[in-house]
């Protein structure tokens, strides 16, 4: 019990970058760019559909408001306490802060996990049941689907949350990550982890995958649909309506499962920049660039 209060009291240390002054300076303001555009975009985003009349009733701008939403709350559970330490030099981070960050990440990620898999289904009913589109996803029900989303999102986090929890810290609590991640937490525990590394691998293969296994069977029903359609302009149309859904799918399902559902690595760090940091701001960028109907709206 000793033992496990001096855990919860203790602080721990964030590594970070470790560089020279001026690269951290730099650091601070390529990241700070960063998480300036992705708020001011996605804010843009969730500006533009709720005041368009027309938008706000389309399922498919319906979720990417919510996914735009969750997207401002992703980056901010990491990148603003990475910005703080780099300017004061103060890297340190309290047992239940780091808690804390753990489970919002998480709970975040697997939400856009499930928004994913809802976003891709929404593609599979407009290609492959286009007269019973309109009827099958109402506004209603896609607000429904949406708040499920969410939920589960945040229920799933619990299942990383409470082992952390468990976790002893015993000797240096320094974490080599710029954010409190529950590898790392592990990675320093001094009490056994085998049976808390099976329980997050398990539980990471079954959300990662079988949420990727969804949408996936939602994708090849599009590509089955749409290699039947008799015109090669009316193929392309179809699949047009996908792109920006499945490079999302295709960036963000690549580099969790290159990170999670494999051993830890040295470049653990520099592939979390990718989908904590740069992934929030280029979802918005592929949704937009090429939308017809956003930049109407937006004019």
């Known amino acids: ?110 939400t856009e996990l499930f928004f994913l898999s809802v976003m891709a289904y929404d593609r599979y009913l407009a290609i492959c049941q286009p007269l019973r589109y309109n009827t099958l996803t109402t506004p209603n029900l896609c607000q429904q689907m949406a708040l499920w989303s969410w939920i589960c999102g945040f229920l799933s986090s619990l299942l990383l949350v409470i082992p952390s929890s468990k976790l002893l810290f015993c000797g240096p609590r320094i974490i080599n990550h710029f954010f409190c991640d529950f590898i790392p937490l592990l990675n320093i525990s001094c009490n056994q982890t085998l049976p808390t590394d099976v329980i997050y691998y398990a539980f990471a293969w079954i959300i990662i995958l079988y949420s990727f296994l969804l949408t996936s069977m939602s994708y090849v029903q599009i590509v089955r649909a749409v290699y039947c359609l008799p015109s090669q302009l009316g193929r392309s149309k179809a699949f047009s309506t996908c792109v920006s859904h499945l490079t999302v799918v295709l960036t963000f399902y690549g580099t969790i499962i290159f990170m999670y559902i494999r051993s830890s690595t040295k470049v653990d760090k520099v592939v979390s920049i990718f989908y904590a940091v740069v992934i929030p701001l280029i979802n918005p960028l592929v949704y937009t660039l090429r939308n017809r109907d956003f930049h109407a709206a937006l004019k």
């Open 1 to 110: 019990m000793k033992s496990r209060n001096q855990s919860e009291a203790g602080m721990f240390i964030l590594l970070g970058f470790p560089s020279s002054r001026q690269f951290q300076l730099l650091f601070f303001g390529i990241f700070f760019a960063i998480y300036i555009l992705t708020i001011a975009t996605n804010m843009l985003i969730i500006g533009i559909v709720t005041l368009d009349c027309a938008l706000k009733k389309i399922p498919m701008y319906i979720f990417l408001s919510h996914f735009s939403f969750l997207e401002i709350w992703y980056i901010t559970s990491t990148v603003p306490k990475m910005l703080v330490d780099v300017m004061t030099d103060n890297n340190t981070i309290s047992y239940n802060g780091c808690l804390t960050q753990v489970y919002f990440f998480y709970a975040l990620g697997f």
